[in-house]
């Protein structure tokens, strides 16, 4: 399995190739190679930085030769005017590399933001806000770096590293006793050592869950914050308890009043508006 650098690696070269294609001819046409500039990047809108340390490695990979200097680290708060970093280095670099930075940069300064909102909407609480797997195609890793620059905690990076029979797994396998049997089966089978959640859409099937055990997490999938009150005082602490589905900013806290440890949100990831910012030359 390839490492998170090898992956941002990878995004990079693609998102290189992407954009530049044969050559940046615009850049190419007018500004000679030898030329040497600085570029600064500014902050327009207030909100959480995130991307730094990606935009480093960004700028590396495709020059070696410029420098950075950072003055506002990820996790960060930021206000319009505030200068994040300087960069040194060829015109022509600077101007191949602006685009990809910032769009790496804005979403995930936009989802920094929005998770710290949410972080912030459930303080006073131990309720913990989640992300989930509905992230944009390539940069999961770097959306999730993002949630927890935020505050957010990573649910799961991908179908890989945790169990989770959702409603789907549950009925093609013939109901949830099936399927946390054929689970258990299945990671002795192979050696794995993963955790185990499961979805439940009603007190039926969690007292099924209750009942039958060899789990670590109960994810409530869509229940209002009465029944999840219900349902909490049911689990009675022996699972870990996730609210799920429908969950909006203004019903947050609600569900968290409930008791429940996590909240699953796929908004931090795929309804996100980016942070605005511009890369200019100083």
Sequence with gaps: MLSVEELNDRLIDLAFAEDIGDGDHTTLCCIPDD??????????????????????????RFDDTMQVEVFIQDGAHVKPGDVAMIVTGKVQ???????????????????ATMTARYVERLKGTNTRVLDTR???????????????????????IGLFDMILLKDNHVDFAG?????????????KEKGKDLKIEIEVRNFDELEQVLRI???????????????????????????ETESSGGITFDTLRDYAECGVDFISVGALTHSVKGLDMSFKAC
């Design 175 to 187: 109901g949830i006793e099936n399927a946390i049997d054929r689970c258990h089966a299945y990671l």
């Design 213 to 239: 055990g060899g789990v670590h997490r109960i994810m409530l999938d869509n229940f209002t914050p009465t029944d999840t009150k219900k349902a909490v005082e049911m689990v009675g602490g022996r699972y």
């Design 93 to 111: 670099s600077l101007l191949q590399t602006e685009r990809l930075m910032l769009n790496i940069m804005q979403r995930m300064s936009g989802i």
């Design 134 to 156: 509905k992230t944009t195609p390539g940069m999961r890793m770097l959306e999730k770096e993002a949630v927890k620059i935020g505050g957010g905690v990573n649910h799961r």
């Design 35 to 60: 030329v040497m500039g600085k570029s600064k990047l500014l902050i327009k809108e207030e909100g959480v930085l995130a991307g730094v340390e990606i935009a480093k490695q960004v700028f590396c």
